[in-house]
């Protein structure tokens, strides 16, 4: 890791931040030393290089196969003590503003009726009565999301659940100009923070409070996800086998398709365990990172952690991880928001290891096409788990590409009388002013484009095949 020292006139803009920053009331004395302390690194220039021909392809030791793990406990005492070490952890920071709504991503229905958050709880609940486990669900907020999931968490106080919510840091925006912090200048809203990404989960833990308490109760691993990976459930083999070898890291990494490419990827370097983004590749290579011959897998952002071993690097300021610079615009003023991302700490703990889990682990909705799919005959719901349908012979979903007057969840949903049969679908192309209706079954290749100023209805119980 390379640091610089800083120029003078770096120097004198970290020193008029400081000052900016020490006069803001809406923040903790933590998070205004965790922002300067990301500025300091972001201007002192450090930066990992990686240096190309270092790069090594991980062992089986190292990205182990999911196949290659020991059976899990099954009698239901040892199963119980697994479980009692465990806590889940779901990034709940996210709006769901890119799929038109407003509120927490995790509050927008994902099937039956039921939210992502429903279906984390439910799934929660069934591991606790059926072996009288305490798994606690813990759900990291922002600033954004903060207010809205304290009422809706409301709804679960009765179930066998301890829900803890804590909120990730507040940071405010950088003006790009003068490097200012955005609030001081008349910006006073909510427009002049940001939430600086999942890599503060580990230092977020800590101040939070939150860590010592999970400590105390004997937890040792937390298993975080993104609220909206439908594929993140609770695996006692992994987390038996994390005890077992005592890793105190473990990223889920899943064979890349070409969705996939620019998805980071595991590498071994320098002896140790490492997170490759796409932003560090130099642009010589960046195809050779896309192709899915020399890269074969990619980070599913699921990921395992050993407690002890946050609080030690949280309190040593030893997690370092790269900065992701992320410009932005606030009513016609360039800013700057410099994030990090939780994946990228692997290096920092030891025995830390991939793990080559199956496809079905990562099965995120980011878009209301992700939402077709899971609400399709493809999945079936039960246990509050969604797995797919047994009769689909394809190992691969359907590719799907709807047009923009399916982006926002209501438009999509006032658009299906009831959601296609795509069992047996190989693609599907939407374009246009389409309705579809009841009883639809889509089959092979289809695309389907109204014409400009049209509206196409799709009659209820019509099948469609191969239609290009």
Avoid at 53 to 81: C, F, M, R
Avoid at 252 to 270: R, W
Wanted: proline content about 5%; charged content about 25%.
């Amino acid at each position: 890791m390379a640091t610089a020292t800083l120029s003078s006139a770096d120097s004198d803009k970290l020193s008029n931040l400081k000052s900016a920053v020490a006069a803001l009331s809406e923040i903790s004395e933590s998070e205004k030393n965790g922002f300067i302390n990301l500025v300091a690194r972001y201007l002192s220039g450090e930066a990992q290089h990686v240096e190309w021909s270092k790069i090594q392809t991980p062992t089986d030791e190292v990205v182990v196969p999911y196949d290659s793990l020991a059976p899990s406990p099954e009698g239901s005492s040892e199963v119980k003590n697994l479980l009692d070490k465990l806590v889940v952890l779901k990034l709940n920071g996210g709006l769901g503003t890119t799929m038109g709504c407003t509120g927490p991503k995790s509050v927008i229905e994902v099937r039956d009726g039921l939210t992502f958050l429903d279906l984390i709880v439910i799934q929660i609940e069934n591991l606790n009565s059926k072996y009288g486990s305490n798994v606690p669900l813990l759900l990291m907020n922002s600033f954004n999301t903060h207010d809205d999931t304290q009422k809706i968490v409301e709804k679960y106080k009765n179930s066998n659940i301890e829900i803890h919510t804590f909120n990730q840091s507040q940071y405010p925006r950088l003006v790009v100009d003068d490097f200012l912090p955005l609030p001081s200048k008349r910006q006073t809203g909510r427009d002049g923070w940001y939430p600086p990404g999942h890599g503060d989960v580990f230092p977020s833990l800590v101040n939070s409070g939150k860590l010592d308490l999970l400590l105390s109760q004997g937890k040792e691993y937390v298993f975080v996800a993104n609220s909206d990976n439908l594929g993140a459930i609770v695996d006692l083999k992994i987390l038996n086998h994390l005890i077992q070898n005592t890793n105190e890291y473990c990223m889920e990494v899943t064979p890349k398709t070409l969705a996939d490419v620019k998805g980071g990827t595991l590498i071994s370097y320098e002896g140790r365990v490492q997170l490759l983004e796409i932003a560090q590749v130099p642009d010589e290579h960046v195809s050779e990172f896309k192709s899915i011959e020399k890269f074969k897998i990619f980070n599913t952002n699921n990921l395992w952690v050993n407690l002890k071993a946050v609080k030690r690097l949280v309190e040593a300021d030893a997690l370092k991880m790269e900065i992701i610079p992320n410009p932005k615009e606030v009513d016609g003023v360039k800013v700057l928001q410099l994030e990090t991302a939780a994946g990228a700490a692997i290096r920092f703990f030891d025995k830390a290891i991939g793990i080559n889990v199956p496809r079905s682990r990562f099965l995120p909705v980011k878009a209301t096409s992700d939402l077709l799919l899971v609400q399709s005959d493809l999945y079936t719901l039960q246990d509050g788990f969604v797995s797919r349908n047994q009769a689909r012979a394809n190992p691969e979903n359907p590719s799907i590409e709807l047009g923009p007057e399916f982006k926002k969840v209501s438009n999509f949903l006032s658009r299906f009388k009831s959601i296609p049969s795509i069992v047996e679908l190989d693609s599907l192309k939407v374009a246009g002013d389409v309705w579809f209706g009841a009883g639809v079954i889509l089959k092979g290749k289809v695309s389907i484009v109204a014409k400009p100023g049209m509206k196409l209805e799709i009659p209820d119980g019509a099948v469609i095949a191969n239609k290009p």
